[in-house]
Structures are given as C-alpha cells and as structure tokens.
C-alpha cells in the first residue's frame, strides 16, 4: 500500500474570505492561509508559490497557474476547472471533492500528492513526473496521461475510460480496481501492470485476439 506524506500543516492558519486581485497580482508568495468560500478570477498567476494553505469551497475561474509551486497545501470542494497548472510543482498536495475537467497539468511535477474524488475527466497531464501519486475513486475520463512518467502510482476505483497512456510505462501499476470500457495505451509499455481477469481478456481482443469460451 502506498504511503503518502501528508500535507504539513499548522493548525494556526489565517483564515481569509476573500483575496483581493492586487494582492494576487503583485504578491509572489503566500503561505499560513485559510482561503474560503471565495472566487479568484485574476487571469494570470505566474510562478506564484504557495505553501501551507487550504483552500476549502474556492472557484478559480479562467485562471493561468502556470509554473505555480504548492507544498504543503490542500484543495478541498474547489472548482478548478480548465485551470492551466502547466509546469506546475506540487508536493505534498491533497485535493479532495474538486472538479478538474480539463485542467492542465501538462509537464507537472507531483510528489506525495493525493487526488481523492475529484472529477478530472478531460483533464491533462501529458509529459508529466509524478512519484508517490494516489488517484482514489476520481472519475478520469478521457484525461491524457501521454509520455508520462510514473513511479509509485496507485489508481484506485477509478473511472479510467478512453484515458490515454500512449508513452506511459504501466509497469507496476495496479488497474484491477478501475473500470474502463477502453483505453488508448501502446501495448509494449503494458509489461508489468495489474490487471483483472475481465480487463485481461478486454485486452486481448484488443490485439485481436479471438477467446475460446
């Protein structure tokens, strides 16, 4: 079983109901925060970094997080849908209750981050390195894991269908839990992933392959 490390994060946070766009505009750094019930709607955060900080129940809408570095931070019931966090480096990061359809994580770093019941069906994240990632009961459909890089990755129960892993190696990767009709995958990077009985004959009659009943 994968162990994580969790975010590490004071009890003591200032708790801020709204943050004003001149703040986010000129301000690099923001750590120590409770931000909640809220909307950010500035279109552009460029290399911004935040560090132990929940955002709990927060709208980000049409916003560029390009290059953003999270550590120590939680998202919890937020909206980060089509959010840009291309380039972005996450490490002990918990989004939990969070729509991400078609968020962008293309060419990310993940480290001890936890994705659980979040909605990221569209979502991106080609070219990406995660080490210590744990999808858990998160609906994937259609995301894009394109010449990803995988290293200690659970998928738990969750929806994976026509997810793209072309360039991915699943070596090592557990799917037996995750339910898919199809999946777009290149069949030699599939040497060494878990898969069940019922996905192993899917798979077979995908190289087509005719099963004798």
């Known amino acids: 079983m994968l162990k994580l490390q969790?975010?590490?994060?004071p009890s003591n946070l200032?708790?801020?109901s709204l943050i004003e766009e001149e703040e986010l505009e000129y301000e690099q750094y923001f750590a120590l925060r409770f931000i909640r019930d809220c909307s950010i709607t500035t279109n552009r955060l460029d290399k911004v970094y935040f560090?132990?900080?929940?955002?709990?129940n927060v709208s980000f809408e049409n916003i560029t997080l390009k290059n953003v570095e999270l550590t120590d931070v939680k998202f919890e019931k937020c909206?980060?849908?089509n959010v840009d966090f291309s380039d972005a480096i996450l490490h002990r990061v918990e989004l939990k209750d969070c729509k991400l359809i078609g968020g962008n994580f293309s060419g990310a770093g993940f480290r001890n981050v936890f994705l659980d019941n979040c909605m990221a069906n569209y979502a991106s994240f080609g070219y990406s390195d995660s080490k210590q990632v744990k999808f858990k009961q998160c609906s994937l459909v259609n995301a894009d894991f394109y010449e990803s890089k995988f290293t200690n990755i659970e998928i738990?129960?969750?929806n994976i269908d026509q997810a793209n892993f072309t360039g991915t190696s699943l070596n090592g990767l557990d799917l037996s839990s995750c339910s898919f009709e199809s999946l777009i995958v290149s069949f030699e990077n599939l040497e060494g992933c878990k898969v069940s009985?019922?996905?192993?004959?899917?798979?077979a009659r995908?190289?087509?392959l005719l099963i004798k009943e």
């Open 206 to 208: 995908a190289l087509g």
């Open 156 to 158: 738990d129960g969750c």
């Open 79 to 81: 909206d980060l849908a």
């Open 197 to 203: 009985a019922d996905q192993a004959i899917g798979f």
């Open 51 to 56: 560090e132990k900080t929940i955002f709990r």
């Open 14 to 16: 200032q708790e801020v």
């Open 6 to 9: 969790a975010p590490k994060i």
